[in-house]
């Protein structure tokens, strides 16, 4: 409820917990489709048993539902090798404010019947429709994966070894991913877990997977030797082995969850141009000063999307206001997103017309007066 | 005209021959901005120059224009390694029927502020809007390409054929094309082109394009061997030279051009599931029996998607009516789509409702008229 005001209308609650069924699986075609309660690592395991896997992976994985990922155009850990849900989302039903079923549940990489409309439900966080099944393309599983985990010197380092990534090994990059020392320091330092490799300013994980391990294998090693000999990284190490990599894994993931050891942490989810994207942490650094305790950066550099966090002694709602109009006029300054793949929901819908022209709001606005006249549906979130 | 009906709206025309500007280039993030008019191939030969490929190809590269390609939602050769438009255009700008301006063209791969409008000018084939400026993620030019052309017994060893090229070669797998026996004996015999490998019932275009020469040899090798042994293939060739490979290329993209020779040709573009592919073409020759001159069939395997022509001596209403409901029909009854990627235009949109339910296409006219109220945009196409 916004400012103590009564809606007129009825708000909509809807569980999706027990909608947890897998509908379908064409196993040659990689076709699944399932009900939008089911939980996003349960149809990866379900999926693995059949050799294949799901194209969108999460630190959530665990306890986000399908429906939510499709709704919030989730990104995460593979959108660099597999793209992102409006590519692989094939078809889709939701229900309307009006309780009208839509069935854009088509099966078909190529379908130009009329409008595709199933892209209006893909991100916008419920509020035009409940996303009730999902129809999703996913991929052979991979027979090869590497990890491997280097540490670097500086930012720039960092740039030149994604490059060089992409230039040796294209099609067999899946992550690309970024943690910066106090990151690294806070993950470590508060859950037990080590840096395979020392110390380092920075810290880069690099996942391969591909379809014939040997020549995965070489391209990673002829990769690593090559940004030794030319000094992109200082350090470095790789495995094969699933059980290794999943260790190297947690020192990415588990971030999150180390933040809840220091003290309150403002969270952002930036996504920026390569050339600003660790900018952005300095700038907060030098505008923070003594008032934070510390400031972290680590994310996704394979998609420009950096997780910027903030750790102060307590919140406070003028360490909120001080923060985040400079946070986000910063990223704007450098032509990024103030909403990378965590969408607007209730805290960002305010600074939307930072993002979106008038004319775009004013659509949107049009959009959800045609979908949802009443407002039932998420309301007080994305657009206020 | 419909009818003879005179229409109360002025029709807008627009040409976009002379927008043909690239706007920028990021050529590290491999992001391209330019204007709507610009040709395909011309894009593709600027990006080559820059160590980039434009993640769409088509047959019609030369003189197609990436505006028409987006408002379509072209799909085209390259749709099994890059995925649709969906997922590789990442911003555009379009003008709504009321002159109102849309800038959607923000350039990054995760941007999850606000609805995701830009789709709904992605394959509605100019009646929502018109698409004046995109910007696409293009991709590295991959540095090693081989091209196989093979021939089969029949339509079963093709599937298996793909099963296996996907099992052994996923993530260098660019394109999977077949053509039948009547399509290669036309473009052989009208446009003075040879199969390199005799004449068999079915033949497979396989390109693969990745980033070391060695490994995709050994790979493209490896399977080829395998699917002779296997009785997969009855024979075939391959080859790693540009000028071979372009060679090849020609048998398959010159099938459309060698049907002004076999009198006049219904052309039809369907996507379905790959148990039933084939199953149309058979069930069209049955059909028309000795109506016909020759019934073709050939396409993107690799995206579900089938060319089927049917020759007869020359045009009549009566013979139109004669092929449309039965092989859209048959097209439903597969669970296929009657329009994988040429959209619906004017001579497919009274089929609509075969595709969509009535909720569905309720929603595409409620989307319609409050985008463009008094129909001024490409009238008559896709709803009617």
């Known amino acids: ?109 190529k379908d130009n019947t009329g409008y595709h409309l199933k892209h209006l439900f893909i991100g916008s966080e419920g509020t035009l429709g409940v996303v009730t099944k999902v129809a999703v393309q996913c991929k052979l599983r991979p027979k090869s994966l590497h990890v491997a985990f280097l540490g670097l010197q500086s930012f720039d380092k960092v740039l030149q070894t994604f490059y060089k990534a992409k230039q040796d ?26 840096s395979p490799i020392g110390d380092y300013p920075f810290y880069v994980l690099i996942e391969t997977t591909g ?76 505008y923070m000063g003594d008032k934070s305790h510390r400031v972290y950066g680590f994310g996704h550099i394979g998609d420009g999307n950096i997780h910027l966090q903030i750790s102060v002694k307590e919140f406070s709602p003028e360490m909120k206001s001080f923060i985040e109009p400079y946070i986000f006029h910063q990223t704007k300054k450098y032509n990024g997103s103030i909403s990378a793949e965590h969408g607007m929901g209730f805290l960002k819908a305010k600074y939307l017309h930072m993002m979106k022209t008038p004319e775009t709001i004013n659509l949107m606005k049009n959009v959800k007066q045609m979908m949802d006249p009443n407002g039932i549906l998420n309301p007080y979130k994305v657009l206020v």
Chains 1, 2 share one sequence.
């Open 211 to 286: 379809s014939n391990e040997e020549h995965d294998e070489e391209k990673v090693n002829q990769f690593l030797e090559s940004c030794l000999k030319k000094h992109h990284i200082l350090n470095g190490t790789v495995t094969g082995e699933i059980s290794k990599a999943r260790g190297i894994w947690q020192l990415r993931e588990k971030i999150p969850e180390a933040f809840k050891y220091d003290g309150y942490v403002f969270m952002y989810d930036i996504s920026l141009p390569l050339d600003h994207y660790y900018k952005l942490v300095d700038d907060m650094r030098e």
């Open 1 to 109: 409820m916004v400012g103590g005001a009564t809606p007129v209308f009825d708000e909509v609650i809807i569980s999706t917990e027990l909608m947890n069924e897998i509908i379908s699986l064409d196993e040659k075609a990689g076709i699944l489709t399932c009900l939008a309660g089911c939980v996003l690592q349960n149809l990866d395991e379900y999926l693995a048993e059949r050799n294949l896997i799901f194209p969108l992976d999460l630190g959530a994985k665990g306890s986000c539902q399908i429906g939510g990922n499709v709704s919030t155009n989730a990104g995460g850990l593979r959108v660099l090798k597999y793209g992102n849900l409006h590519g692989n989302v094939l078809g889709l039903e939701a229900v309307q404010a009006n309780g009208v079923v839509l069935d854009f549940l088509t099966c078909h990489k």
């Open 169 to 194: 090994m294209d099609e067999i990059l899946t992550a690309f991913e970024v943690i910066d020392a106090p990151s690294m320091d806070l993950v470590t330092s508060k859950l037990e877990l080590e």
